[in-house]
């Protein structure tokens, strides 16, 4: 675990990420005025479900209770900033707002903007939407280039798995074709959404990650932890959203992703339940949260303390967690890289 110092030297300026105030505007220019939080830009057609994502995500509301949501008319910001580690902006564009308009200054709605994320209905026609998509995609790279574009096709809870797979390649195939015969050369990245089980977490966690600069050391820590532990995969997770802010180099599984997530919930509230008086506020969460699950798979699940936003979650097999003497050792020493990367902003 020596090598961990040797991560920190290039990552030494790095925002903290929060949750919480939203706010709504009618008036685009606006978006100039953050400071310095990345921004991300949520559009898409009408009823494609864009605010039930966000108000699932960010805002802890039951996936059944986004049917009594109305649709968006007007350009509304969350400010995703008080109490979580991720920290953005979040631009939620009505599907019948044309942005296009001359009376819309293209420069003020893309030019500071980090990520795109449009959402594409599955389960309704998507060749309107693809075209919507083409055209934004032109328009933005216009304006900033550095733009990353992450497409959300959303609402597959409803589709078996083949299903998803030709709607994924229709919708991929048909966007890269119009793109190169518009003469565009730039990365889209798709993911298969829903609500209604932790893909949308997942989608989202790949988005943010892309705005932090510190991912690479990140990564590389959380690859020393995993090798000297023995671990089959670790998570660096936000306690407040669950969106995943680094994992180890492995492919993500899944289902270990959402043991992970779990995890944090039953932590939280068990802890709300048995470790908190009636005059705490806040979340009950802190330097003292730890808690050990053994499954009956064979798993065992670890989770601890990194700061104040931030828990790590690591899956063992059974095997694998003999020495925890050892283990715990070696998470004080992950920790405390974390800690030294974050230490100029937290």
């Given amino acids: 675990m020596s090598s961990y110092n040797d991560e920190l030297a290039p990552y030494s300026n790095f925002n903290n990420y ?30 494609s479900g864009k605010s039930s994502i966000q108000k699932v995500v960010f805002h802890k509301m039951a996936p059944n209770e986004t049917f009594f949501l109305e649709s968006t008319s007007k350009i509304t910001k969350n400010d995703i900033s008080n109490s979580s580690f991720v920290q953005f902006h979040i ?16 420069e003020l709605i893309f030019g500071s903007c980090g990520a795109l994320v449009f959402v594409i209905d599955a389960q309704d026609n998507y060749i309107e939407a693809v075209q919507k998509l083409k055209t934004t995609v032109i328009k933005a790279t216009e304006v900033n280039p550095n733009i990353t574009f992450e497409v959300f096709i959303h609402k597959v809870d409803g589709l078996d798995d083949d299903q998803k797979m030709e709607i994924q390649r229709e919708i991929t195939e048909t966007t890269e074709e119009d ?3 518009a003469g565009m050369n730039c990365h889209l990245s798709y993911y298969l959404t829903s609500i209604y089980d932790h893909s949308i977490f997942e989608a989202f966690s790949k988005v943010l990650q892309k705005l932090i600069p510190q991912l690479p050391t990140l990564e590389n820590l959380l690859d020393s932890l995993t090798a000297n532990c023995n671990i089959e995969s670790a998570f660096l997770i936000d306690v407040v959203s669950k969106i995943y802010v680094a994992t180890d180099s492995k492919v993500v599984e899944m289902a270990y992703y959402e043991l992970a997530s ?17 005059e705490s506020e806040g979340i009950a969460y802190d330097d ?6 053994k499954l009956s798979n064979g798993l065992i699940l670890y989770l601890r303390e990194v700061n104040k936003y931030l828990a790590l979650v690591a899956i063992f097999l059974q095997e694998n967690f003999e020495k925890q003497g050892i283990i715990d050792y070696n998470f004080k020493l992950f920790k405390k890289a974390v800690s030294q990367v974050f230490s100029k902003d937290m």
């Fill in 18 to 47: 929060g949750i919480g105030s939203s706010s709504s505007s009618s008036n685009p220019p606006s978006i100039v005025e953050q400071e310095g939080k990345p921004q991300i830009l949520l559009m898409g057609l009408r009823k």
């Fill in 91 to 106: 631009w939620d564009f009505p599907g019948q707002i044309d942005f296009f308009d001359p009376t819309f200054d293209s």
């Fill in 179 to 181: 793109l190169i015969d």
């Fill in 262 to 278: 779990d995890m944090i919930d039953v932590v939280i509230d068990i802890s709300c339940i048995y470790g908190m008086n009636d």
């Fill in 288 to 293: 003292g949260s730890q808690s050990i699950i």
